[in-house]
């Protein structure tokens, strides 16, 4: 490891042993803010080792991130699964001990998706079922605990390990970034770890095959794990796979890159395809589209020559419009319980999570998360078309539109500011199931304003998106009543259609949050 690793030895008692540790070795950053020498004859080995693992955790996820780029994506969302791992373990080991709430909030990681909402609810967890109700809230977590029956915790394990290799699996498939060693590493660690690498008890019945924990990798006739773009070491050379023993795939590809990642269902399946052009034809049968993508591509027709100020043509609007009505939030791997709605006791509105799914030049895809009371002030779009799905829950939306008239503008003295004379549009509570509303560059209301009645979800479509580079900043507005202002000394009366709009500053209350999209993938 280091120099002056031998002098460990000469440690005689655990004061001298964390000196020597602490102050003369490398893993000093480590140790110093997690123990002290006296600690040393009290702590739980457990509670070191897990102190100890989270501030190495930290300190590589900090690392990965200043690296920027595909290494900076790709490993944060690995170390992100490990620390939710972690403290979900942490916290069923902990079940039933005399480790306190805050004794676990210490080890849990300070990062990751459960970062911090659901370290809260874990901190607080008495059993199995608790901790499962604590994850279910998270759509990646989800598909894991659906593999597992209530009251059940020792598959557990097995569970987030057959996720952890398919992620690891899927790192390959980006290039020129460090991760692809990192993944090659963890998965090379895991063969040497088990005992059970048997080519013995799966050969005699899935020859052609290795497993890890019952994870089934099918090897080429080199004795390599099959990849579609990647070969991976997983052993010695093994007759091909017959047919007549061939399992559930979980993870493939097409027969023409061969298919990776099976596991043992205990299900037949049919006899592998014939891989000659023509039995590719007759046997591929295309997934339906998600409605994601759906939506992803009719965005992609819909937008394809538009242009700031460009209004799509009504059967296209008509089309795009037909796509969000029928999208629900289950389309987007987005549930109602999940930690972006909970309302914290923070001062002032609170914070607004946004998931981004996609942008380009042309339009953008993304979804506001809005917890009870929360508030998007009143902003403009130049030169947009914008469509807003409500998913679920209610929200107040009021909306405005330029007034085109002379006197559209006027100056006041006291103080001196300009305000520009709008027309309301809308000013009413919407709740899902809801038509998409429509806004365009001068009319459907192109300033709004958002307030959550209760927690509730906004799907947005921009075409085009914000650009600063272009023109398209995006600007804040405070709106006053009709009457508070005099036009050429004339005091105006109220007529509840009409607001004097100040160009402001964006709010400082106006927090937005950003957070990684976890529905179903859009495929370019």
């Not at 916290?91 to 370290?119: M, V």
């Not at 692809?180 to 013995?200: C, K, T």
């Not at 034809?281 to 993508?293: F, I, S």
């Amino acid at each position: 490891m280091f120099d002056s690793i031998a002098t460990l030895a000469v440690a005689q008692i655990m004061r001298e042993l964390y000196r020597l540790v602490l102050i003369d070795t490398p893993l000093a950053p480590y140790f110093s803010e997690c123990i002290t020498s006296e600690d040393l004859d009290d702590i739980y080995i457990e509670i070191m080792r897990n102190t100890l693992y989270k501030a190495y955790l930290e300190d590589f996820y900090n690392f990965c991130k200043k690296l920027g780029g595909a290494t900076a994506e790709i490993m944060g969302d690995l170390l992100a699964f490990e620390a939710d791992r972690r403290a979900v373990n942490i916290t069923i080991n902990s079940i039933g001990t005399e480790l306190t709430r805050d004794d676990r909030k210490k080890l849990y990681s300070n990062f990751g998706l459960l970062y911090p909402y659901g370290h809260e609810e874990l901190a607080v967890c008495e059993d199995i079922d608790q901790v499962r109700a604590a994850m279910e809230k998270y759509p990646p977590y989800q598909a894991i605990y659906a593999k597992i029956s209530y009251g059940e915790s020792q598959m557990l394990d097995q569970a987030f390990y057959e996720d952890e290799v398919k992620r690891l699996c899927l790192t390959f498939e980006q290039q020129f970034y460090y991760g692809v060693f990192f993944a090659y590493m963890r998965l090379r660690e895991q063969e040497i770890r088990n005992p059970i690498l048997s080519f013995g008890a799966c050969n005699s019945r899935w020859p052609g095959y290795a497993t890890i924990n019952d994870v089934l990798f099918s090897l080429n006739a080199d004795g390599y794990v099959k990849h579609p773009h990647h070969t991976f070491v997983f052993g010695s050379k093994v007759p091909p796979l017959p047919s007549s023993d061939c399992q559930h795939l979980l993870g493939f590809q097409n027969s023409s890159k061969v298919g990776f990642l099976m596991r043992l269902q205990g299900e037949e399946v049919a006899p592998p395809r014939s891989s000659s052009r023509k039995g590719r034809r007759r046997h591929k049968k295309a997934a339906p589209p998600t409605a994601v993508q759906r939506l992803f591509d009719t965005c992609r027709e819909v937008f394809f020559d538009g242009a700031p100020g460009v209004v799509p043509a009504p059967e296209d609007v008509g089309r795009l419009k037909s796509v969000l009505d029928n999208m629900k939030s289950a389309d987007v791997g987005l549930a109602q319980n999940s930690p972006y709605f909970i309302k914290t006791n923070t001062k002032g509105a609170p914070p607004v999570t946004y998931l981004h799914l996609y942008e380009c030049d042309n339009f953008s895809i993304g979804i506001f998360c809005l917890p009870p009371s929360a508030v998007i002030p009143l902003h403009n779009h130049p030169g947009m078309t914008v469509f807003s799905k409500l998913l679920f829950g209610s929200m107040h939306i009021k909306s405005y539109d330029w007034v085109d008239a002379p006197q559209n503008s006027i100056m006041t003295t006291n103080p001196p500011h300009e305000v520009k004379l709008a027309k309301l549009k809308k000013n009413a509570v919407f709740s899902a199931p809801c038509e998409t509303s429509i806004l365009y560059p001068a009319s459907g209301g192109n300033l709004h304003c958002f307030t959550a009645t209760t927690s509730c979800a906004v799907l947005d479509v921009l075409g085009p998106p914000y650009s600063d580079p272009e023109g398209r900043h995006c600007t804040y507005y405070k709106d006053f009543p009709y009457s508070s202002f005099s036009v050429n000394g004339v005091s105006m009366a109220g007529d509840g259609e009409h607001a004097w709009l100040e160009e402001r500053e964006k709010p400082d209350d106006f927090v937005v949050v950003g957070a990684k999209y976890w529905g179903p993938r859009i495929v370019e």
